[in-house]
């Protein structure tokens, strides 16, 4: 049986500001911030632009609502497509962010010695140059907002990361 992990913890009720709010043009905005930062930072290492998928961008709405509705954070068990996650809470977040974090991980990578590490996984992935697409779902509750991005084809195979986690142009 899988273990699930812990809920996590309860803290002081905070008011979202105006772009946390949980409405159909915030989350429109938000899920286009996410795929025009995640494209910026590829054309930076001259990967090519991923396209949305609608099938892709349902399958990560219906895994971000489940961690909000569940108050947990966790990748979907045994995945068909590549997977970043994340999770705010206490400020308004735009797109933007989470892909600047999962960005931020390029310092974890060793470009000389190209391989899977848990604390660069995020980057490599979003970078991955063979990956065509990309789905995004967002999902609030109070103060707190679950993104959930996924990619086809999946990234970080094992034996695939020269080729495909290019250094900056």
């Not at 998928?53 to 966790?74: C, F, P, V």
Request: charged share 25%.
């Amino acid at each position: 049986m899988a273990r699930r992990p812990p809920p996590i913890p309860t803290t002081h009720a905070r008011t979202p500001g105006p772009l946390g709010q949980d409405t159909k043009a915030n989350n429109e905005k938000f899920i286009r911030d996410v795929f025009e930062t995640t494209n910026k930072f590829r054309n930076m290492h001259g990967c090519p632009s991923l396209t949305v998928s609608s099938e892709l961008t349902k399958l990560a709405q219906a895994w971000a609502n489940h961690l909000r509705d569940n108050n947990i954070m966790g990748h979907r068990p045994k995945p068909k497509y590549g997977e970043n996650i994340f999770l705010s809470g206490g400020m308004d977040v735009t797109g933007d962010l989470p892909v600047e974090m999962w960005y931020r991980e390029i310092n974890a990578f060793n470009f000389d010695k190209p391989d899977f590490t848990p604390t660069s996984g995020h980057f490599t992935q979003l970078i991955w140059k063979a990956c065509r697409e990309i789905g995004t779902g967002v999902a609030r509750r109070a103060d707190r907002t679950w993104v959930v991005c996924n990619y086809n084809p999946p990234g970080n195979i094992v034996g695939q990361f020269k080729e495909n986690v290019p250094r900056k142009l």
